[in-house]
């Protein structure tokens, strides 16, 4: 696989014995391959990969040479499968999944040759990982989102992954990179994926540089104060002058002046030191806080600071599971020592911090008895959900973040209950519903605005996600005793989602219903793979849009629909048809749209979904043909909202 990607064909083995049990000896990994048991019986070593798994890691289980209790013991409730049996197989045909579309027709098949030694085959049934490579209809690679991470499976041997190399195969010079075997076709596309960049950490220490900062500073010299004192040096000149020049000794004003001038300057800068001294030592934190789903564990990572008046050589350490790691500044010549004393308890030796403000980001992992867990189902008004806190408490500016880009505001009662639907939706980069922000408000919305608007390299999040702020939880550091604790956490919990009851009248909230533009000539208008509309365009165009409903509602029977566009279209035509058999039918027309602009369509044979729960509608838009090419029209935003009743599976 790393020789089809042109990379270094070396891989680096791990001894059995000696598996790391710490997540901070997997941060230099990107992936991570399991090919025995060995690793189920290490309480310790699975739950380092789970975490490093959720923060971005690649991992890939060979399932034919392990079993499903380790499977099991790396994933926890995160893995539903069960092996059936294991056959062997000497030849076999490949489908392949259009892995970007799972919901594509499309499939690719693979024919192996005739092998003279069989390959082992296992026959998995799992309900909750994606399926791209099956054999006879049984899974052959199946992939699963883990946080930021992904988990590869696959069921057959390596050697049905692999070909021998022919004549036609290009040579290559190096004897390091001599090999017997290549990368078929099916491991060709895996590699795609498993050797791609992991995703960088959600969240980094630097992110929450300006919401921690700006809860520890100096307290301003007041104005009165700074007024009376330059008032008094004013009058203080004038009267010796006016004394001096009494007197016929005005030459003695040259150091008079500056004499008063020093004097209100020290006066200044005594007050400006009493100031400084008047805030206490202080520990200001900004946290998040990842539930990870299926395990009863959490992430907590993110940025103290700490603030002294003085040098502080006080214990720093930690006496749970965790690390940071604090800004020492520029002592040539020192040793710092980090001493572990226990698995999880270590400390800093011949560490003093200057006197000032000093950054430490830190990361945690923790097991807690009581985990965070968020729960939604479906019904008149939108999502019904409930959150179950934990040890959280004081939740406020809380949201649900979907994959789509678009976000429900959410009130929780304090019983942790929530209703959410399309009244609640919050307007690009809000975040934090209502016109007056305080300033912890304006602190929260720019976390918020680089958690899910700023990241250029990876979406947050993958799967629907509960964001709430709360107080900071106790990471266990030993830090000064006597500082002031200030700052605030921000706690995600990934939603599950349940089916509601059939027979019920439901509203889907539009975060949930993602689109893409489908065929060839109409994908032009829209980026299915940034989620983005591009444009301006002069000419007139026909975009074809496919709307997945969420699996959990399937099958519905859709009532009405509400499409919401946003739209500058001056001197053209709007055009929005639905899908009826195989005719595109008119539903609504608009002339120069201009605006945010919503069309309701109530005609049941109109909204009729595929085999796969997904609603095609077009947008059409058209023009005179002499118009002049200045006259540009742009698709702003797209999203559907619906009401149906549920039917019986």
């Not at 104060?225 to 040259?254: I, K, M, P, Q, Y």
């Not at 807690?368 to 939740?395: H, K, S």
């Amino acid at each position: 696989m790393r020789l089809d990607r042109d990379l270094d064909k070396h891989a680096v083995i791990l001894s059995e014995g000696a598996l790391p049990p710490s997540l901070l000896a997997l941060d230099a990994l990107d992936q991570l391959v399991i090919s025995s048991n060995r690793v189920a019986t290490d309480v310790a070593a699975c739950g380092a990969i789970r975490q490093w798994l959720y923060r971005g890691g690649h991992l890939w289980i060979l399932l034919d040479q392990t079993d499903s209790e380790t499977v099991s013991a790396l994933l926890g409730d995160a893995f539903e499968g069960s092996i059936v049996d294991r056959v062997d197989l000497t030849s076999w045909e490949m489908n392949q999944q259009d892995p970007h579309d799972p919901n594509s027709n499309e499939k690719r098949v693979y024919s192996s040759t005739e092998l003279s030694d069989p390959v082992e085959f296992v026959r998995l049934l799992a309900s909750d990982l994606r399926a791209t490579h099956t054999i006879d209809n049984w899974p052959a690679a199946l992939w699963k989102d883990v946080g930021q991470g992904k988990v590869l499976l696959t069921t057959l041997g390596a050697n049905g992954w692999i070909r021998q190399r022919t004549a036609e195969d290009l040579v290559v010079h190096d004897p390091d990179w001599t090999v017997s075997s290549l990368a078929d076709e099916p491991l060709r596309d895996l590699a795609f994926d498993f050797l791609a960049t992991p995703n960088p950490p959600t969240l980094t220490s630097a992110d929450f540089d300006e919401f921690v900062s700006d809860q520890i500073g100096y307290e301003i010299i007041g104005r009165p104060w700074v007024a009376g004192v330059l008032g008094t040096f004013c009058f203080a000149v004038l009267g010796s002058g006016l004394w001096l020049n009494h007197r016929g000794r005005l030459e003695h004003l040259g150091w008079v002046g500056p004499g008063l001038a020093v004097a209100a300057t020290m006066v200044l800068a005594l007050l400006a030191k009493n100031s400084r001294e008047a805030i206490p030592p202080t520990i200001g934190v900004g946290q998040f806080v990842e539930s990870l789903p299926d395990s009863g564990e959490i992430h907590i990572s993110g940025l103290m600071a700490l603030y002294n008046q003085s040098r502080h050589s006080g214990p720093l350490g930690a006496r749970e599971d965790g690390i940071f790691w604090p800004e020492m500044g520029s002592r040539a010549g020192t040793i710092y020592r980090f001493v572990w004393t226990d698995h999880s308890a270590w400390h800093w030796e011949n560490l003093k911090l200057p006197p000032g403000l000093r950054r430490a980001p830190f990361q945690q992992v923790r097991k807690l008895a009581d985990p965070p867990e968020a729960r939604v189902t479906f019904g008149p008004d939108g999502l019904v959900g409930l959150l179950q806190a934990g040890p959280f408490t004081r939740l406020t500016d809380s949201l649900i973040a979907f994959p789509t880009g678009r976000h429900l505001a959410i009130q929780l009662d304090d019983h942790g209950a929530f209703v959410a639907g399309n009244k609640a939706l919050l307007a690009p980069e809000q975040y934090i519903s209502g016109n007056l922000l305080s300033n912890e408000q304006r602190l929260r919305r720019t976390v918020y605005q680089r958690l899910l608007a700023e990241r250029k390299d990876a979406k947050y999040p993958r799967k629907a996600t509960l964001l709430a702020w709360t107080e900071p939880l106790e990471t266990g550091f030993d830090l000064p005793s006597e500082a002031v604790r200030v700052g605030g956490a921000l706690l995600a919990v990934p939603l599950r989602i349940d089916r509601p009851a059939a027979g019920i009248t439901i509203q889907v909230p539009s975060p949930l219903i993602g689109y893409q533009a489908v065929g060839r000539e109409t994908a032009s208008t829209y980026d299915n793979d940034r989620q983005q509309w591009l444009g301006p365009f002069p000419e007139n165009w026909s975009t074809h849009l496919r709307f997945q409903m969420p699996a959990e509602v399937l099958p519905l029977q859709v009532d009405k629909a509400v499409l919401s566009i946003q739209i500058n279209a001056p001197a053209r035509e709007l055009q929005i048809a639905a899908r009826h058999e195989e005719d595109w039918v008119s539903v609504a027309t608009r002339q120069s749209p201009l605006g945010r602009l919503r069309f309701e369509i109530d005609r049941p044979e109109l909204l009729r979904l595929d085999a796969q729960g997904g609603l095609l509608l077009g947008i059409n838009i058209t023009g005179s043909p002499n118009l002049h090419s200045s006259m540009v029209w742009k698709i702003e935003d797209v999203h559907l909202e619906v009401q149906g009743t549920t039917l019986e599976p």
